[in-house]
């Protein structure tokens, strides 16, 4: 399945962009896979890749709207936001890894997205919770 290497290459060029610069992760390889799950997700006859696009098209989506939205993030949030960007990219390489053991584990790649969808969820909570610390006073917590 050609989501599967692309998933693989964002992985790459995400990381590749963390390691010459820690603090800002290039993000355009995530709207370019973006743009090949909207368009693939309503082609595609085989349902697994039916599957990954739009699973894939949804995250990108949430994580545009949580971490490259207007709201400004500094110091520790910064940080965080950050970690999160690496995080998509570490089990996105995952999944190059289980697919170049088996490539017809699905299921091995549908666990390595729930593992990222589970960290992902926390993250967000702790950065929504940090956020309206910073903005709101010590009491929101």
């Not at 399945?1 to 290459?9: F, G, K, N, R, V």
Request: glycine share 4%; proline share 2%; net charge negative.
């Amino acid at each position: 399945m050609q989501i599967l290497e692309l998933i693989a290459s964002t992985s790459d060029e995400i990381l590749m962009s963390l390691e010459k610069d820690a603090e800002h992760p290039n993000v355009s390889a995530l709207r370019r896979l973006e743009s090949y799950c909207s368009k693939q997700f309503l082609l595609s006859r085989d349902k697994r890749e039916c599957f990954l696009c739009f699973f894939v098209l949804c995250f990108i989506n949430d994580v545009f709207y949580n971490l490259a939205g207007d709201t400004p993030y500094y110091g520790e949030l910064h940080r965080e936001r950050v970690s999160m960007f690496r995080e998509v990219a570490e089990h996105f390489s995952a999944i190059k890894g289980k697919t170049l053991a088996n490539s017809d584990d699905f299921q091995g790649v549908v666990q390595i997205l729930s593992d990222l969808v589970s960290i992902y969820a926390r993250k967000i909570n702790l950065l929504n919770r940090q956020s309206k610390h910073i903005t709101e006073g010590p009491n929101v917590l």
